[in-house]
């Protein structure tokens, strides 16, 4: 669980207090605002790339895993104002050919977090990847359009191939909403939005405080079934706005 303050600085829970940097030599060109990847006990993270070209994200669990060490291996966005609207980007690459086929296999991979630790602000918005219904899918878990203050609702995406394309714009405030694109760039109609018309009042909700990109409190299953393998995070950009800016 990660905690922010209003500064938008990371404050990490007690499971993850001995986590260190483990920054790979490179000079490639690291996502505007993220910092040093973060990976602990059973995971590494690192940016990756050729020089002058843009940094990749690779999360790895070490070979030889227990299943009920921690794993975590992410890099953080932090806004330190705070913002109303957050749009997220980028790409993610998991292997196909593993058995990702349960819902007990599953790992947030994103998160856009608000600026008090207590819920329904703690996770605004936040993505994982798991096997539900045996194949593999990317969950949204969002405020429930019914309940916007405090209630969650889950989103499920079945996935093809190895490789996912996932756009979110959160927008905050009285006049909220999520849109979702998959396979698809933000300059095409969205693939979803929640609510699919009007809006939800998140005004109890904001600002929110920063991103959380990268594997992090994965199940037992999925560090069993990822043990010796790597997801690689590409095509990674974040836009934050302190107000409201239509994209509608």
Same mark, same amino acid.
């Given at each position: ?28 060109? !690291? ?16 940016? #990756?790339?050729?020089?002058? #070209? ?15 060490? %921690?794993?975590?291996a992410f890099v953080t966005h932090p806004f330190p104002g705070g913002a109303q609207q957050v749009r997220l !980007? ?12 349960? %819902? ?30 045996? &194949? ?19 989103? &499920? *995406?079945?996935?093809?191939?190895? &490789? ?17 694109? *998959? ?37 037992? !299953? ?21 107000? !409201?800016?239509?994209? #509608?």
């Amino acid at each position: 669980m990660y905690r922010w303050n209003r500064t938008g600085a990371p404050l990490l829970g007690v499971a993850l207090i001995s986590l260190a940097s483990t920054t790979a030599a490179q000079n490639c060109v !690291r996502p505007d605002g993220f910092g040093e990847p973060l990976g602990g006990y059973t995971a590494t993270a690192a940016w #990756e790339g050729n020089a002058g #070209e843009a940094c990749t994200l690779r999360a790895e669990f070490l070979a030889g895993s227990a299943a009920d060490q %921690v794993s975590a291996a992410f890099v953080t966005h932090p806004f330190p104002g705070g913002a109303q609207q957050v749009r997220l !980007r980028f790409t993610l690459d998991y292997d196909n050919q593993i058995a990702l086929n349960s %819902v007990l296999q599953q790992a947030p991979v994103a998160t856009i977090t608000g600026t008090t630790y207590a819920p329904p602000s703690a996770r605004l918005l936040y993505a994982f990847l798991n096997g539900s219904g045996g &194949t593999p899918k990317l969950t949204l878990v969002h405020p429930d359009p019914a309940s916007p203050p405090s209630g969650s609702q889950a989103t &499920t *995406i079945s996935l093809t191939g190895s &490789t996912v394309h996932v756009g979110l714009d959160l927008q905050l405030g009285v006049n909220g909403y999520i849109r979702y694109w *998959i396979d698809s760039d933000f300059s095409n109609p969205p693939t979803g939005r929640i609510p699919a018309a009007g809006h939800m009042d998140l005004s109890a909700r904001g600002p929110a405080a920063g991103v959380v990109l990268g594997v992090f409190s994965a199940s037992s !299953r999925f560090r069993e079934l990822y043990n010796g393998m790597d997801i690689v995070f590409r095509d990674i950009a974040v836009t934050d706005y302190l107000l !409201r800016s239509d994209f #509608e």
